[in-house]
């Protein structure tokens, strides 16, 4: 039997606007607007809606459509503020479901993610059954819906993810590919934009069809980019949809504009490039066991020491406390330093579920959390107390 590479693309459906009526059940079947949400949770007045439920669209409201614009269309619609601390319990509820059943999930936002379902055909023979299970649990654990497309490539996926919304699974046969895409206009490939459409309009190419039908040597002439979306539209997936290529370890180091030997700041430009550390290997979905820092004196001079931890992290708090008991043996402690960095190597296949204690776990998940929050609001939107001062 040859191995089957499987992805869903599985994506929630109007989703703040799902978990507004789930939380006020009088909202539900009606139209709202969710208004904006700042990191503390509090609504923004201004601006644009974040998005519109389903009831809403009919109206012709959208997510990102300035709230007079969509109240224009939709005068009856009811305007709801934001609860972001729910819809991050919602996203985290809805992806550990996923993970009961998909032996790899990549997250890639609060409401969608990619679940690698390859060489699971012993399991598995079959992937609808499995994808309509996934979205029964979600509405009734979480109360929300979610679409699902299924595919050979993550591409395909993606794109018949978007097909039958809300609540609908699409499944693309492997094989398929090319003339499931042909029909669709170019924008329905993600990374066409506005702009690239206009392009693509220009040179006759309207459909994902056309696009394909481009030959290669013409493509070429377009650079590298049309490339990538060409063999996508001919059904191959590629580069920005491949999986990561081998990362071997993940560090960060900084050279202090003076150089210093006092230890608080010294340990919290360490804390500081610890959380840019954390932050990678969460987004890579990475687990390192070996901790390793260097420093470099006034004079120059370099030194490294490493440590092997007894189980593998993405943890910020945990690799930190092991940076600096590192870092604490290898300093004398008074002959100024001029640079600092903290990594981590030795990775594994993916976080290994806790066998220590409830609390590392809920750490663990209190860590993704922030990265997402970061990830929506900026860097600075969450800064630990101890790097405060940098
Ligand atoms: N969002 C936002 N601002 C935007 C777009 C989206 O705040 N400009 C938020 C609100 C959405 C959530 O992100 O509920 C997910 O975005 P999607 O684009 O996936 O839109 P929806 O989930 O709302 O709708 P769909 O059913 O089309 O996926
Ligand atoms: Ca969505």
């Known amino acids: 039997m040859s191995a089957r590479s499987s992805w869903f693309h599985l994506d929630?459906?109007?989703?703040?606007a799902s978990v507004e009526q789930k939380l006020d059940p009088s909202l539900k079947g009606k139209p709202i607007l969710v208004g904006r949400v700042d990191p503390h949770g509090k609504s923004v007045p201004r601006g644009v809606?974040?998005?519109?439920?389903?009831?809403?669209?009919?109206?012709?409201c959208r997510s990102g459509m300035p709230l007079f614009q969509a109240l224009k269309l939709?005068?009856?619609?009811?305007?709801?503020?934001?609860h972001y601390e729910e819809y991050i319990k919602a996203s985290d509820a809805v992806f550990s479901i996923c993970a009961r059943y998909a032996p790899r999930v990549e997250q890639i936002s609060l409401d969608e993610a990619f679940l690698d379902f390859s060489r699971t055909e012993l399991i598995y023979p079959n992937l609808i059954n499995i994808a309509n299970k996934i979205k029964e649990e979600v509405k009734k654990e979480v109360g929300i819906t979610a679409s699902i497309g299924i595919a050979a490539t993550k591409v395909v996926a993606k794109v018949s993810s978007d097909f039958k919304k809300p609540d609908g699974v699409t499944y693309v046969p492997k094989g398929f590919e090319k003339s499931f895409l042909a029909p669709l206009p170019i924008r329905d490939l993600p990374g066409i934009g506005r702009k690239m459409e206009e392009y693509f309009h220009k040179l006759g190419v309207k459909t994902l069809g056309e696009l394909a039908d481009v030959?290669?040597?013409?493509?070429?002439?377009?650079?590298q980019f049309s490339i990538n979306l060409w063999e996508s539209a001919n059904g191959r997936d590629n580069i920005w949809f491949v999986p990561r290529i081998e990362v071997k370890s993940v560090s960060h180091?900084?050279?202090?504009?003076?150089?210093?030997?006092?230890?608080?700041?010294?340990?919290?430009?360490?804390?500081?490039?610890?959380?840019?550390?954390?932050e990678r290997m969460r987004k890579?979905?990475?687990?390192?066991?070996c901790v390793y820092i260097t420093i470099r004196y006034s004079d120059f001079?370099?030194?490294?020491?490493?440590?092997?931890?007894?189980?593998?992290?993405s943890s910020t708090k945990e690799?930190?406390?092991?940076?600096?008991?590192?870092?604490k043996e290898l300093w004398d402690g008074h002959t100024p330093l001029r640079l600092v960095g903290i990594g981590i190597s030795q990775f594994g296949e993916t976080i290994q579920p806790s066998l220590f204690d409830a609390t590392r776990d809920k750490r663990l998940e209190l860590e993704k959390r922030v990265d997402i929050l970061k990830e929506r609001f900026g860097k600075d939107a969450v800064i630990p107390a101890s790097i405060m001062k940098l």
Do not use: H
């Not at 030959?215 to 650079?223: L, Q, R, V």
């Not at 202090?256 to 919290?268: C, E, P, T, V, W």
């Not at 690799?319 to 870092?327: P, S």
């Open 12 to 16: 929630l459906d109007a989703f703040f």
């Open 49 to 60: 809606i974040a998005t519109a439920s389903y009831e809403a669209r009919k109206f012709g």
């Open 74 to 82: 939709c005068p009856n619609c009811i305007v709801v503020g934001g």
């Open 215 to 223: 030959p290669f040597e013409k493509i070429k002439a377009w650079g």
């Open 253 to 278: 180091s900084e050279t202090f504009a003076r150089n210093s030997n006092d230890l608080k700041f010294i340990l919290a430009m360490l804390q500081k490039l610890t959380e840019k550390v954390g």
């Open 284 to 289: 890579g979905v990475y687990s390192g066991r």
């Open 301 to 313: 001079r370099s030194v490294s020491r490493q440590r092997v931890l007894p189980y593998s992290t």
């Open 319 to 327: 690799i930190y406390e092991m940076g600096e008991e590192l870092l």
